[in-house]
Every structure is written in structure tokens, then in C-alpha cells.
């Protein structure tokens, strides 16, 4: 299964993984699928780290909804790290706190590795995540400009 995330910055195109974290791939395919994602601002964006997106367009950054309305467990895979640029995870606030936000890896993280579900990776768009880590940001790692998801298609082949 694979969705693009169209940006305002161009279309960035990731593999989910839906055998291997069953729960966080349903909550985030359930929010693609009903436009929730549409004009989210990519809030957070930390060059040579990740960039952070998933809050509802009309709420603030701090919001994180599931489908179920409130916070689901970890679905933490040792097979799954943060051991490349593009890998896709979820942003928590701590154990059993996942919600709608998630970040994309600019580098490996090794330090998330068992903190945060991984639940994809990159497949097409590197160049977006070029553009995105060039993006001037403030002190609190807002972009200065702001970048936002136009909208997200589903596509039921990886490769399509």
C-alpha cells in the first residue's frame, strides 16, 4: 500500500507498511482517506533531522487525533528503525500517545529507535525532502514561510 502526500512543495510518495504495524497504518490510512490530512501545515522542520505534519488544519500544532479520539499504544517493530532518510513516523508525546501527527527522517535516527512506531518510508519525492530541508526556519523550528499538505491519494499498489 502506498499514498502520496501532495505539498505545497511537491508530491512526496510512501510505503505503508500494513502487515507490520496493523493499527498505526489503519489510523493513518482511515485519516488519508477522509481528507483530515488536507491543509495541515508541516509545523515543525528541523534541516538535517525531519520535518513534522499532522495536525488539523484548523487546530493548532499541539493537536494529535486518532480515528478512536483518543490516543492509541505503540506498535514499536525491532525489524522497523529510523535507520535512513524517508523513513515515516509516527510523533508521539511519550509511550501510548500516538494521534495524527506524524515526521519524515531528513538522516537516520537511532535515538527514536523503540520510542516511535515506524510505519513507512520515502518511495519517490527526495527532492521534496531536498526543498523541505532548505526551507528557513525560526528558533522554535517553525518554518518562517508557511508549507502546507494540499491533500493525500491512496493508491492500492505499492508501485502504482
Known sequence: MSVTIHTDLGDIKIEVFCESVPKTTENFLALCASSFYDGSP???LVPSFMFQTGSP????PKVSTSIW?????DEIRPSLRHNARGIVSMA?????TNGSQFFVCFAPAPHLDGKN?????VLTGDNVLAKLEAVDVDSKHRPKDKIFVKSVTIHANPLA
Open 42 to 44: 508541516i509545523h515543525r
Open 57 to 60: 488544519a484548523s487546530e493548532g
Open 69 to 73: 479520539g483518543e490516543p492509541f499504544e
Open 92 to 96: 508521539n508525546k511519550g509511550p501510548m
Open 117 to 121: 512506531t515506524v510505519f513507512g518510508k
